[in-house]
């Protein structure tokens, strides 16, 4: 059974920064896709960062220069540093990992505000 498991969320003042992590359990985690995507309330769930499993990334446009996305294979935990945070920010962020099949973590909040 896939388990994936969100911390690092929280509030913090616009221009701070956080790292999200997600560590995943029952699954072979270096040959997965992970990702992390968010949602703000009255809006669709958008992508905001994506690594395959050969170490190829996909970054939204939107945090682009802002956020990094990481993993390590060895922990099977994938990484979202977010640096220079805006009010705009504020999301559910969910964890999500692909091959063939997707799977989702519960969402970790993150707040942006002064």
């Known amino acids: 059974q896939v388990q994936l498991v969100e911390s690092g969320g929280g509030l913090v003042q616009p221009g701070g920064s956080l790292r999200l992590s997600c560590t995943a359990a029952?699954?072979?985690?270096?040959?997965?896709?992970m990702g992390w995507y968010r949602q703000a309330p009255g809006k669709q769930r958008e992508l905001v960062a994506l690594i395959t499993s050969g170490g190829s990334i996909n970054t939204a446009d939107s945090v682009r220069g802002r956020f990094t996305i990481s993993r390590d294979n060895a922990k099977n935990t994938v990484y979202l540093q977010m640096n220079s945070l805006k009010p705009e920010d504020t999301a559910v962020y969910y964890c999500?990992?692909?091959?063939?099949?997707?799977?989702w973590g519960q969402g970790t909040q993150v707040t942006v505000s002064s």
């Open positions: 029952g699954m072979r985690f270096s040959a997965y896709a």
């Open positions: 999500y990992s692909n091959r063939g099949l997707s799977y």
